[in-house]
């Protein structure tokens, strides 16, 4: 484990986490690091995050303060949202839809966007430099360019047909991939820099957006932008084993993981059935009944009652398999994960996103702004708990973690994925807790995702000799290129400046360290 003198910075694009060190070799610690990096990579990364992204999360330990600290930072519907703002057109089947995809494209599928007020929340509260100095690294990005990811340049090829719909986000990403630059969206980071969230949400870069999303039919208001705060919340954690496993609450995902964790560790040892039928058993109850903040109480759901009655439903299965119960898939992976760590003991795990790939697909013409979909996070049926309502907050999976032992940081980690990810950083999780091994080795590992019914996606390099006992049982079991990623991490020694830090092979991220 090597020390550093600085910290470090792990993100899916070279040129974040080079952003992040820049501000840590500065004097800046994990906080401003962390922001710094996020709204470089909100350049860097367009299909899956932006500044007009819908929304994120960080989970991150303050040693001033000893204390874990939580920031949701989640999308809002319009003040005049309702449950049925959508038609849903039921099918044969049982199955439902929207039509033309309303609630994902365009300016109708838009709420209002979280990651500025989030980014410069967190900024004021426990960082310690000027927000133009964090937020210079992406404007320099932006303006001077920088080359795209191999996955990001082949979605750009394959999004044509997608953005021919929307004339305005085809000529913002008519860029050359070796050197893309954004000089429109330079120019609003350099707005933003100098006035703040404030600029975003209630100057006249707020008006010329929500003008522009009202001529396309749009519900939001000046009004739904200047009332949008983000939430500084109580961290959702357990104990496990030795160590506290820390997430960010409702209406996040990382409740989940950790309901599964907590039904796992009722057993000594478990087989991959188990921990499938326990997948499966959290998923429906998370299907079922959860929505934005508030909908359930984290308390009990991690309660020995409710933990107790999940467990009790696995072990009636030993021998077979629950069939399930079908709330509907979810196709949005598109997000981006990042965590830093500085000398001082700050560690900052963040997540955030555009929801599917490129959002809504919408842009604001000359301000450089792409959208997300905040409200295609909602189901569009009404009489739900993740329903559309009046200013709500959707049911979501980004799912940041934090994990302390004996009362000082462990690990920060976390993935994109859309649902995959609460059931890949269970097992990141158990293998670095139970199993002991590497964080590189964790990350890299081959996954396997299930959710409320009995279909289980695999990775071509899952062991085949694992499989065939679950195939046996009755797990219908499907073949996927890849589930989730890429994850990032960082685990932290003993000395100050002790760190390790590890990407997903599945990605093109970077560690970077001084």
């Known amino acids: 484990m090597t020390q550093y003198e600085y910290g470090m910075v792990v993100t899916s694009h070279a040129v974040a986490s080079a952003a992040g060190l820049e501000i840590l070799k500065e004097g800046g610690n994990a906080v401003d690091a962390a922001v710094a990096a996020a709204f470089t990579i909100a350049v860097c990364d367009p299909s899956n995050t932006g500044i007009a992204g819908y929304g994120g999360s960080l989970v991150a330990y303050i040693s001033s303060e000893q204390h874990v600290v939580c920031l949701d930072y989640n999308t809002r519907a319009p003040a005049a949202a309702s449950e049925d703002m959508f038609e849903v057109k039921v099918e044969p089947d049982g199955t439902s839809s929207v039509p033309d995809h309303e609630h994902v494209y365009g300016a109708t599928a838009i709420g209002v966007p979280g990651v500025v007020a989030g980014l410069c929340e967190a900024l004021e509260r426990w960082g310690t430099l000027p927000l133009s100095r964090v937020t210079a690294p992406a404007i ?76 396309e039919g749009s519900l939001l208001t000046l009004e739904d932008f200047a009332s949008y705060r983000p939430h500084v919340r109580e961290a959702v954690g357990i104990d496990y084993r030795g160590h506290e496993v820390y997430a960010t609450p409702l209406a996040n995902g990382g409740l989940t993981t950790l309901q599964m964790l ?73 997000t981006i994960h990042l965590d830093v760590a500085d000398t001082q003991g700050n560690v900052v795990a963040l997540t955030q996103t555009h929801g599917g790939s490129w959002g809504s697909c919408w842009t604001a013409r000359g301000t450089g702004l792409l959208f997300g979909h905040g409200l295609a996070r909602f189901d569009p049926r009404p009489g739900l708990p993740n329903s559309l309502g009046p200013g709500k907050s959707p049911l979501h999976n980004m799912a940041p973690l934090l994990v302390m032992r004996e009362g000082r940081p462990w690990a920060a980690l976390g993935t994109p994925g859309g649902r995959t990810i609460l059931n890949n950083e269970l097992w990141f999780l158990v293998q670095l807790l139970d199993q002991k091994k590497p964080l590189a080795e964790a990350l890299a590992s081959p996954r396997l995702h299930v959710e409320s019914t009995n279909r289980v996606e695999y990775e071509p390099t899952f062991p085949p000799d694992q499989l065939e006992p679950l195939s046996s049982l009755g797990h219908r079991l499907e073949v996927k290129d890849r589930i989730g990623g890429p994850a990032h991490g960082i685990i932290l020694g003993d000395a100050q400046g002790q760190l390790i830090g590890a990407t997903d092979p599945r990605g093109q991220g970077l560690v970077a360290a001084a």
């Open 140 to 215: 320099r990005a932006a303006r001077e360019g920088f080359a795209l990811n191999r996955s990001t340049a082949d979605l750009l090829q394959q999004s044509a047909e997608v953005f021919a719909r929307f004339p305005a986000t085809r000529d913002l990403f008519n860029v050359d991939p070796d050197r893309a630059r954004f000089p429109e969206l330079a120019d609003t980071l350099e707005v933003l820099a100098q006035e703040g969230a404030d600029g975003f949400y209630r100057g006249d870069l707020a008006r010329r957006i929500v003008s522009s999303l009202q001529a």
């Open 262 to 334: 907590r039904v796992l560790e009722g057993w000594s040892d478990y087989d991959e059935h188990r921990r499938l039928e326990t997948a499966k058993a959290c998923w429906e109850r998370r299907l079922r009944l959860y929505g934005d903040y508030g909908s359930v109480e984290a308390e009990n759901e991690l309660g020995d009652e409710v933990i107790s009655s999940l467990r009790e439903h696995v072990e009636e299965r030993d021998c077979a398999v629950w069939e399930g119960i079908d709330y509907g898939s979810d196709p949005y992976l598109w």
